[in-house]
């Protein structure tokens, strides 16, 4: 059983930066392809940054790029999403997410997910 776990998450003003943590447990970890998602009360859940199993390619969101960086460390079977310049719109909780299917936005492809984790941006 794979199980994914978030932290990292919490309280920080405009401009400001946090930095997201997801440890896997189990051996599939370094052919995963992984992600983050994000979901405000009341709206979907959406896509923020994908990184392929060996961290040779990432995608992100048009409203999080040049922003945010999504990287890997195989060895420590974690995933990591640095956040930087952080806005009032990017108030959600944080999902990592974990597919076979390559870096697809899709959550209905994502095999296993996160419990999640709060970020909340004050003004």
């Known amino acids: 059983q794979v199980q994914l776990v978030e932290s990292g998450g919490g309280l920080v003003q405009t401009g400001g930066s946090l930095r997201l943590s997801c440890v896997t447990s189990?051996?599939?970890?370094?052919?995963?392809?992984m992600a983050w998602f994000r979901q405000a009360p009341g709206v979907e859940r959406e896509f923020v940054a994908a990184?392929?199993?060996?961290?040779?390619?990432?995608l992100y969101a048009d409203s999080v790029k040049g922003r945010f960086t999504i990287s890997r460390d195989n060895a420590k079977n974690t995933v990591y999403l640095q956040m930087n310049s952080l806005k009032l719109e990017d108030t959600a909780v944080y999902y990592c997410?974990?597919?076979?299917?390559?870096?697809?936005?899709?959550?209905?492809?994502?095999?296993?997910w996160g419990q999640g984790t709060q970020v909340t941006v004050s003004s």
């Open positions: 189990g051996r599939t970890f370094s052919s995963s392809d």
């Open positions: 997410a974990a597919t076979t299917r390559g870096l697809v936005t899709d959550t209905g492809r994502y095999d296993y």
């Open positions: 990184i392929s199993w060996n961290g040779g390619r990432r």
